[in-house]
């Protein structure tokens, strides 16, 4: 069975760091691309990065430079690091995986950047 936990959102000021984490079973991270979407309320989901074996790609120019994709292959685990974060960055964030012709996303969770 396929799942996707994140976790490691929470209320930050503007400026700070968050490390999100997204705890997989069902398939090793390290056999296809795992995906950090977020959504604020009222738009849909926006892709932000991926990361697989031929490295890192960003889906979006606000968070280059700042958030960064990692993975841990021994804990199964995939990690989205979130730097000099702004009031903007205010959203659920999710992780997701394609096998196949199906798509499996986590629960999210939620990151309010606020003073």
């Known amino acids: 069975q396929v799942q996707l936990v994140e976790s490691g959102g929470g209320l930050v000021q503007p400026g700070g760091s968050l490390r999100l984490s997204c705890a997989v079973s069902?398939?090793?991270?390290?056999?296809?691309?795992v995906h950090w979407y977020r959504q604020t309320p009222g738009k849909g989901r926006e892709p932000i990065l991926s990361?697989?074996?031929?490295?890192?790609?960003l889906y979006s120019d606000s968070v280059k430079g700042r958030f960064r994709a990692s993975r841990d292959n021994a804990k199964n685990t995939v990690y989205l690091q979130m730097n000099t974060l702004r009031p903007e960055d205010t959203a659920m964030y999710y992780c997701?995986?394609?096998?196949?012709?199906?798509?499996?996303w986590g629960q999210g969770t939620q990151v309010t950047v606020s003073s």
């Open positions: 997701k995986a394609v096998i196949g012709e199906n798509e499996y």
């Open positions: 069902g398939f090793t991270v390290s056999s296809r691309p």
């Open positions: 990361i697989s074996d031929v490295g890192t790609t």
